[in-house]
């Protein structure tokens, strides 16, 4: 599976950068990451929920970058995701932004049945990049990822409300995220 996203922040590149490249701060845009543990210059451990209650972990390393404008990296050893991807840090025209464009490549355990049924049951890949982008955007021009009243409790909601087509809460569901 191929992802590709955009996004502008109202920051420097340069600390655009800093931010994503000290790993560690990853999860606290990107949702289903449970944690990332730094392991040496360039190299880190990931730790990620999947879908159906099951985590995957992998190792991975920076095969390329340059300070201020790229990372490049891929998963090594037997990941249980094999993962590989570039994230640029481009000055935007306003002088004052950034844009920041991510490429990843995985494969998805299950192959193309794997894929229908993480979408069928609201793992959609494609949304939770975009989700996390605007999450990261958040955090580095408010300091906060802002939570909306159908979402309040952060990453809990993932399991309270999965990724689908937006449409209104069941009053199930509203009780549900209430209780707890």
């Known amino acids: 599976m191929d ?17 994503w490249r000290d790993l560690e701060n990853l999860p606290t845009f ?18 990620a929920a999947a879908p159906f209650g ?5 190792d991975a390393e920076i095969i390329e970058e340059t300070p201020g404008e790229k990372i490049a990296w891929r998963s ?19 002088g004052v932004s950034t844009e920041v464009h991510v490429v990843i490549v995985y494969d998805i355990p299950g192959g193309a049945v794997g894929k229908a049924v993480a979408k069928y049951f609201g793992e959609e890949p494609h949304q939770q990049l975009d989700d996390d982008l605007r999450r990261l955007k958040q955090v580095l021009e408010t300091g906060e990822v802002v939570r909306s ?13 999965p ?17 707890a």
């Open 3 to 19: 992802l590709t996203a955009t996004t502008t922040i109202r920051r420097p590149a340069s600390e655009v950068y800093a931010f």
């Open 30 to 47: 990107m949702a289903h990451l449970e944690q990332v543990r730094t392991t040496g210059d360039r190299t880190s451990h990931w730790a």
């Open 54 to 58: 099951t985590d995957v972990e992998w």
């Open 76 to 94: 090594t050893g037997d990941a249980d995701v094999p993962n590989a991807g570039t994230v640029r840090f481009v000055p935007a025209p306003d």
């Open 149 to 161: 009243d159908g979402a309040p409790w952060g990453k809990r909601a993932r399991k309270e409300f």
């Open 163 to 179: 990724q689908r087509p937006a449409q209104p809460l069941s009053d199930a569901e509203l009780e549900k995220g209430a209780d």
